[in-house]
């Protein structure tokens, strides 16, 4: 696998509550991960570097995890924890309380990929000549659309945008959308938050990606730059993974 993963602070805040990077367990499968922290200076900064520390250290440690179940099931017991120590950690300090935070992590080995998600950072599938949004933005503004109250054109400059019908860590329980498809060799996938898919639209983003002269790090750092012309309100991460046929690469970055 190659990876490459980028979060920058945009245009107009004065702090990152974003994180993410790519972690490598002892199998050499890579973890890849964007958490949008939120709750304010300090508490949004706090959910998601904790998301990322605690994934972090529980993916290095993992070994003999090799098939769907057994992945789906150790996200699904890894984020339901991390959801945990950020509650219990906003109830016992007054300056953190109602922080929270997005999250979407993608599990990446030769045969299949294992993506859990909450919130509305999202993760993209290229393969091919299709590039397909995989995940569901947990959000008011989504649900309105799925139901049909208001036009996609309308949600773009709608009021509440921004509110969450999920976040990790704001609530003693959460509910994980998790799952495993299948991809080929040559095939991307690209989790990004909410600050790159604001300003940058789907098809923009293909035309970055595919461009075979390149490289990732040119391709992450082209996409922040579109949604920083743009006006870069908010902070904007990518994490990006290309499927080169091999299970390993050099290093982990989890860091901003």
Partial sequence: MEVAFKSDVGQIRSHNEDN????????????????????????????????????SNKWRETEALSTPTSIEAWLNEAVNDVNAQIFEHAKNNPQCQGM????????????????????????????????????????????????????????????????????????EKVKIDIETINWDEGSFILLCSDGLSNKVTDEEMFQVIQKEATSLDEKVTTLVTMANERGGEDNISIALVYHNGSETNDGDVDDR
Wanted: aromatic share 6%; hydrophobic share 40%; glycine share 12%.
């Fill in 20 to 55: 993410g990077g790519f972690i490598h367990n002892k199998e050499g499968f890579v973890l890849a991960v964007v958490a949008d922290g939120m709750g304010g200076h300090q508490a949004g900064d706090v959910a998601s570097q904790m998301t990322i520390e605690i994934l």
């Fill in 100 to 171: 929270g935070t997005t999250l979407v992590a993608v599990v990446c080995t030769n045969q299949f990929i294992t993506y859990a998600h909450i919130g509305d950072s999202r993760a993209y599938l290229m393969n091919g000549e299709t590039f397909i949004q995989k995940t569901i933005d947990h959000s008011l503004v989504n649900e309105l659309v799925r139901s049909g109250q208001i036009t996609e054109l309308e949600a773009e400059n709608h009021p509440r945008r921004n509110v969450l019908l999920r976040a990790l860590g704001t609530e």
